[in-house]
C-alpha cells in the first residue's frame, strides 16, 4: 500500500489558485489488481471504474466487436443473479453500471458503496452471459449500426479513423460490423471474457465517501476468485505513413461535417504539455479564445461547431490530431483552407504573448474545477496509474504549463503538425470530386448550392 | 470560514438547509431577486443569471429573438469590449456559457472560489449596457443559421418539432426554439435592443451565487454591481397578444421521412405546468414507464419483445402547461404497428389497474436516490435553484421528491385516464425513406401543417 496527497497549488499569472486536494491510496489486491482509492468525505456520489488493458486490440479477426459486446453484456446476469435481480438491487439504491470494450463505469448515490463493489465483483468474476440477453442485446447493436450506416456524422468519424490508422485496430469502430457481428456467439464472449478480462491487466478506482481500508479489505474478499490470467503481449503498432489521402461518404443533408488531420501523439511523449498549450492558442481554448473559433466560427461565421486538438486523444498508443467542422456545402474549401492557415501559422510565427499568457492562466487556473465530480476523479485515477503519471503530477503539470515559452510552442507546432499531409473526411452534401476541388482552395469552383436541402 | 466583520444583512426571504448547502433567498431594492447557496466542499463557485423570458415570450415575427440575444450578450458590452467575456473567463481558469429555453435564459460561470466577483460584474455590465453592434449581429446570424443547419440534419429533432407544431397550434410553445430561417434572417438590430430592453432587467432576473461563498459577501457583490441598475418594467405574465394554448381532441398523425433506416416514434400528450400535483404524478408515471431496466415499456418493448432498440419517457412540465412524451426506436424486425400497440396496451393497463404498492416503492426509491446526482457539483445546485426559481418555486427544487413521495396509486390511475388517453394526442412516425421528397410522404392533413413550418425555414 502506498499513499500520497497530491495538491495543485501552482500560483497563476495573477494569484494563488486554490488548493485541489486528491489524496490516493494505491493497494495491490492479492488476484493481481491494482486498487486506487481517493476517499472524499461528505460526497453525495460515489464513482467506481475499471480499466482493462487489452480492449478491442485482442478482438478475434473477423469477430470483431468481441471485446464491446464482452464489456457490453457484463450486467445480463452472474451464476447467482438475474439481469433483473441486478437492475432491482442497483436501481432502487441509485446505481448503475455500464461496460465498455475496455473499462466498466459504476455510480452510487449515498452510502451504499458495498453494494455497488459487491455486485461490480461478481459480475467481473463471473458474467454468466446468458443466451437469451446475448441474442436481444447483439440485435440492439446490429440495429443501432444499420442505422449509423447511413450517417454521415458517425461514418465521417469512422472513415476518418480508418484514413489515418489504416488496418491496425484503432481504425476500427469498436461495436465491430454488421458482418462481424453477426458471425459472433455467446462462446465467444465467455472465451474472450476468460482470456482478456483477467485481473493482472485490471486497475480499479473507487473515488467517494469511503475509508480506503475497507475497500481494500472488501475487494480482497470480493475478488479472491479472480483469476490472475497471463499477462499481456503487445507488438508495437504498423500505422499507415504520413500523406494526404481524401474521402468523401456521400449523404443528403445540410452540412458538411469535415474532418482533417492525421496520427498524433502518445500521452508520454515530452512535449505533451506544451502540446496541450499550443491546442489551448489553437484550437481548443475556450469560448471563442483560441485561433482557429476566433477566425472560422466567429469571424467568418462559417460554423456552429469548430475545434482541433492534438492532446484529447493521446493514450498508451498514438492518438490523432483533428480538426472538426461541420458547415454548409459551399464553405467546404474556405474551412480547410482557414485550417490550414492557421496551422501555418502557429508554425511559421511566434503565437503572441498575451495569447501564451491566456491559455497558462486557464490551464492553472481550471484545475480546481476538473475534479468536483466523483466520475471525474475516479477516471484520473485510473488515467494516473495507465500512464504512469508521476506522484506529483498536479502539482507538476501547472508548473510545465506555466514554463511553456513562445519558442517552445513554434518548436512543438512544427514537429507534431503536418498540415500539407493530412487526411481529410467530408461527410454529407459533397462528391470526392467536389472535395477534390475544394482541397485545392476556395477560389477554386464551390459545390452547387442546390445540393443543400 | 465567515469573514467577522461584514455588512449586516437583511433577512432572509426564505431559508432552506438542503445537501449539505445552505439556501436563502434575498431581494435588492430593486426588485432583483438573489438566490445564496452556501457549500464549501470544493473552491468553486458558480454564478448563474436567470431572465424570465425565452422563446415563448417572442412574437411570430420574432422567432429566435430569446437565443440570438443569448449569442449576442458574448458579443460587446459598455465594459467588456466582443471577445472580453471569454477572454476574462479564460484567464481566471474558469468556464461559462448559456442556454435558452422555452421559458427561461440563463448564463452560467464556474470559478475558484478566490475569483468569481467578475463573473457577477460582467453580467451587471451587460444586462445595463449591451452594445449590438450591426457588423457583430450579422456575423452572428451566420452562426446561428447553421447550428439550426446542424439540428435539420437530425432526425429526432425534426420529429420532435413537427409533432410541437401540431401539438400546440397557434402557441409560441410550437415554434423551435431556436426559430426560423426566415425570422432570423429578417430580424433587425433595434429589434433585438428592443427585446433585451423589455426583458432584461432587474425585476426579470435572478442571481444565483452558489458554493464556497459566504451569504454576506454574495450580497454585497451583487448589491454593489446590480444595486445601481433601475428597476425596469416589472414582468407582466399574461400577453394579451399572446395565443393561448387549446386543447384538442382526436389523434393526430403524421409521418416524415430519412434516408437512413431508423423508424422511429414520438407520441406527446398535452401535459402539465412546473410544480403543479399532476406535475409530481407524471414524474411518477414516467419512470413508471421507462425509469431503468425493470421499467414497464422498457421491460416489454426492449428486453422481452424486442419490439424496440429504445425507448424514453419525459414529463415535459412548462410554465403555461407542457407535453408528455413517449420516444421509441423501432427495432428492424418489428413493424411500427406492433410497437405503437403495445406502447396502447401498456398506458391502458396504466390506466386500468392500480400500480402495486410494491411497484411504486421501487420507483420512489429510485427517484429519491437518482436526487444525489442533481445535487453533486454547486453548478448542479445552481442550475436546479434556478430553474425552479424562475418557472415557479425556488423550494419546489427540494421539495419535489416529498412531493413525489405522497403520490398514490389511485391518483396515477387517474391522471392515466385523464392525460394520457388516444383521445387527445399527437403520433409522429420517422420511417425510411421511400420517395425522394420528404414531403411526398405525408397523408394530406399532415402535409399542410408541416408546410407551414417548413415554409418558415426555406
Not at chain 1, 69 to 93: M, Y
Not at chain 1, 143 to 162: A, I, N, Y
Not at chain 2, 142 to 151: D, I, K, P, R
Amino acid at each position: 500500500m502506498s499513499s500520497r496527497q497530491l495538491e495543485s497549488s501552482a500560483p497563476s499569472a495573477q494569484e494563488e489558485v486554490p488548493r485541489l486536494h486528491v489524496p490516493i491510496v494505491r493497494f495491490r489486491l492479492s488476484c493481481g489488481a491494482v486498487l486506487l482509492v481517493s476517499p472524499r468525505p461528505g460526497a453525495p456520489v460515489t464513482a467506481v471504474q475499471v480499466h482493462l488493458r487489452g480492449s478491442e486490440a485482442l478482438d478475434p479477426r473477423g469477430k470483431e466487436g468481441t471485446a464491446f459486446l464482452t464489456g457490453a453484456l457484463l450486467d445480463q446476469g452472474t451464476r447467482s443473479k438475474t439481469d433483473e435481480e441486478i437492475a432491482e438491487l442497483l436501481e432502487t439504491a441509485g446505481g448503475s453500471i455500464a461496460g465498455g470494450a475496455s473499462s466498466v463505469s459504476a455510480n452510487i448515490a449515498g452510502r451504499d458503496t458495498n453494494l455497488l463493489l459487491e455486485l461490480l465483483s461478481e459480475l467481473l468474476v463471473e458474467p454468466s452471459y446468458p443466451q437469451r440477453q446475448f441474442e436481444r442485446q447483439r440485435q440492439r447493436v446490429l440495429d443501432r449500426l444499420l442505422v449509423e450506416r447511413d450517417d454521415p456524422r458517425v461514418q465521417g468519424e469512422h472513415l476518418f479513423r480508418k484514413l489515418v490508422y489504416g488496418t491496425h485496430w484503432l481504425g476500427r469502430p469498436s461495436a465491430g460490423t454488421i458482418a462481424s457481428l453477426g458471425r459472433l456467439t455467446r462462446a465467444d464472449l465467455v472465451a474472450f471474457h476468460r482470456e482478456a478480462w483477467v485481473a493482472s491487466r485490471a486497475v480499479l478506482a473507487v473515488c467517494g465517501d469511503v475509508e480506503p481500508e475497507r475497500v481494500r479489505a472488501l475487494l480482497e474478499r470480493r475478488l479472491a476468485r479472480w483469476k490472475s490470467g497471463v499477462d499481456l503481449v503487445t507488438t508495437p503498432p504498423v500505422f499507415p505513413p504520413l500523406g494526404t489521402r481524401a474521402k468523401t461518404f456521400p449523404a443528403e443533408r445540410a452540412q458538411v461535417h469535415v474532418h482533417l488531420g492525421h496520427l498524433g501523439i502518445r500521452r508520454n511523449d515530452p512535449d505533451y504539455a506544451t502540446l496541450v498549450v499550443l491546442d489551448h492558442v489553437l484550437g481548443t481554448g475556450p469560448g471563442f479564445t483560441n485561433r482557429i473559433s476566433k477566425k472560422l466560427r466567429d469571424e467568418l461565421g462559417l460554423a456552429y461547431t469548430v475545434n482541433a486538438a492534438i492532446h484529447a486523444s493521446a493514450g498508451i498508443l498514438p492518438g490523432t490530431f483533428s480538426a472538426y467542422i461541420g458547415t454548409s456545402p459551399r464553405h467546404v474549401a474556405t474551412a480547410l483552407e482557414g485550417f490550414r492557415a492557421e496551422i501555418r501559422r502557429v508554425q511559421e510565427e511566434l503565437v503572441g504573448a498575451d495569447e501564451l499568457r491566456v491559455a497558462q492562466d486557464y490551464l492553472v487556473g481550471s484545475f480546481v474545477l476538473s475534479f468536483q465530480r466523483a466520475s471525474r476523479r475516479a477516471g484520473y485515477l485510473i488515467s494516473a496509474e495507465r500512464h504512469n503519471l508521476p506522484e506529483d503530477n498536479l502539482v507538476s503539470l501547472p508548473r510545465q504549463f506555466e514554463n511553456v515559452t513562445l519558442e517552445d510552442l513554434r518548436r512543438v507546432a512544427r514537429a507534431h503538425l503536418h498540415p500539407d499531409a493530412c487526411c481529410v473526411v467530408a461527410a454529407g452534401p459533397i462528391s470526392q470530386q467536389e472535395l477534390e476541388k475544394a482541397l485545392k482552395g476556395p477560389r477554386a469552383k464551390s459545390p452547387p448550392s442546390s445540393r443543400k436541402r | 470560514m465567515r469573514p467577522k466583520n461584514t455588512q449586516r444583512l437583511g433577512p432572509a426571504t426564505r431559508v432552506a438547509l438542503r445537501a449539505g448547502a445552505r439556501i436563502e433567498e434575498h431581494s435588492l431594492d430593486n426588485g432583483m431577486r438573489v438566490m445564496v447557496i452556501e457549500r464549501h466542499g470544493d473552491p468553486v463557485v458558480a454564478v448563474m443569471l436567470w431572465y424570465r423570458v425565452g422563446s415563448r415570450n417572442e412574437r411570430e415575427h420574432e422567432a429566435g429573438v430569446s437565443h440570438f440575444l443569448e449569442h449576442m450578450m458574448f458579443k460587446g458590452s459598455g465594459r467588456f469590449a466582443k471577445g472580453e467575456v471569454d477572454r476574462c473567463t479564460t484567464e481566471l481558469g474558469g468556464s461559462n456559457n448559456a442556454f435558452t429555453g422555452y421559458d427561461h435564459t440563463a448564463y452560467w460561470f464556474e470559478l475558484a472560489s478566490d475569483r468569481w466577483e467578475k463573473a457577477v460584474e460582467i453580467e451587471a455590465d451587460r444586462m445595463q449596457s449591451l452594445l449590438l453592434d450591426g457588423t457583430e449581429f450579422d456575423a452572428e446570424r451566420a452562426v446561428v443559421l447553421e447550428e439550426l443547419s446542424m439540428g435539420d440534419d437530425d432526425p429526432w429533432r425534426a420529429l420532435t418539432e413537427a409533432v410541437q407544431a401540431v401539438a400546440f397550434e397557434r402557441h409560441p410553445y410550437r415554434r423551435p426554439i431556436i426559430g426560423y430561417t426566415d425570422s432570423l434572417g429578417r430580424l433587425t438590430v433595434e429589434e433585438m435592443r428592443d427585446y433585451h430592453r423589455r426583458f432584461y432587467h432587474p425585476a426579470n432576473a435572478t442571481l444565483v451565487i452558489s458554493g464556497d461563498v459566504t451569504p454576506e459577501r454574495a450580497l454585497e457583490v451583487a448589491r454593489r454591481h446590480f444595486g445601481p441598475i433601475g428597476q425596469g418594467a416589472a414582468y407582466a405574465e399574461v400577453d394579451y397578444f399572446r395565443p393561448k394554448i387549446v386543447a384538442f381532441t382526436g389523434e393526430r398523425r403524421l409521418k416524415l421521412a430519412w434516408d437512413d433506416q431508423g423508424k422511429r416514434l414520438c407520441m406527446a400528450w398535452p401535459g402539465t405546468s412546473v410544480g403543479t400535483s399532476d406535475d409530481d404524478v407524471l414524474d411518477v408515471i414516467s419512470a413508471l414507464l421507462s425509469g431503468g431496466r425493470l421499467s414497464r415499456l422498457h421491460k416489454r418493448l426492449v428486453v422481452d419483445e424486442g419490439l424496440a432498440t429504445s425507448i424514453n419517457v419525459s414529463n415535459d412540465a412548462r410554465v403555461e402547461g407542457g407535453l408528455f412524451w413517449i420516444f421509441a426506436e423501432c427495432s428492424a424486425a418489428a413493424t411500427p404497428e406492433a410497437l405503437e400497440k403495445a406502447i396502447d396496451e401498456e398506458l391502458a393497463r396504466l390506466a386500468q389497474q392500480r400500480v402495486t404498492a410494491k411497484e411504486l416503492a421501487r420507483v420512489i426509491a429510485m427517484l429519491e436516490a437518482s436526487e444525489a446526482y442533481d445535487e453533486e457539483t454547486v453548478s448542479d445546485l445552481a442550475e436546479m435553484v434556478g430553474e425552479y426559481a424562475v418557472d415557479a418555486h425556488w423550494t419546489l427544487a427540494f421539495e419535489s421528491i416529498e412531493r413525489v413521495k405522497l403520490v398514490t396509486p389511485a391518483q396515477i390511475q387517474e391522471c392515466a385516464q385523464r392525460m394520457l388517453g388516444r383521445e387527445s394526442r399527437v403520433v409522429g412516425w420517422c420511417l425510411p425513406k421511400k420517395s425522394p421528397s420528404r414531403l411526398k410522404r405525408l397523408d394530406d392533413s399532415q402535409r399542410s401543417s408541416l408546410k407551414k413550418s417548413k415554409a418558415r425555414r426555406s
